[in-house]
Nanobody, 128 residues
């Protein structure tokens, strides 16, 4: 398994923005897909974004579409999740997960079993 670490979480007011980061060791981008999950208090983990090399293997959940965007940094092991217009319902622990690339890895709904390397998560709290 790869070593995966998230960072950048924190407290933000409704309508605000936050950027979280994910760093994965020894990541080969043409062999892996990268996803973001989140877990709200009292709820199961929800897959919100999955990205690979082609559009057909990219997914973003309706709940965050238009507000959350995914990008890669100059360092190929770093990926970012930009969260804008945050709502209290976005509160939760955000996880970065990595799995082997396939035509099905980003098919909705995202399944946790497709990803075998997980970070510890970073807390995002949206509250006034």
């Amino acid at each position: 398994q790869l070593q995966v670490v998230e960072s950048g979480g924190g407290l933000v007011q409704p309508g605000g923005s936050l950027r979280v980061s994910c760093r994965a060791s020894k990541l080969i981008e043409n062999l892996y897909a990268i996803s973001w999950f989140r877990q709200a208090p009292g709820k199961a983990r929800e897959g919100i974004i999955c990205a690979s090399l082609t559009d057909e293997n990219t997914y973003i959940a309706d709940s965050v579409k238009g507000r959350f965007t995914f990008s890669r940094g100059d360092a190929k092991n770093d990926v970012y999740l930009q969260m804008d217009n945050l709502e209290p319902e976005d509160t939760g622990v955000y996880y970065c997960a990595v799995g082997r690339l396939s035509r099905f890895v980003c098919a909705p709904p995202l399944s946790e079993v497709r990803f075998d390397s997980w970070g510890q998560g970073t807390q995002v709290t949206v509250s006034s």
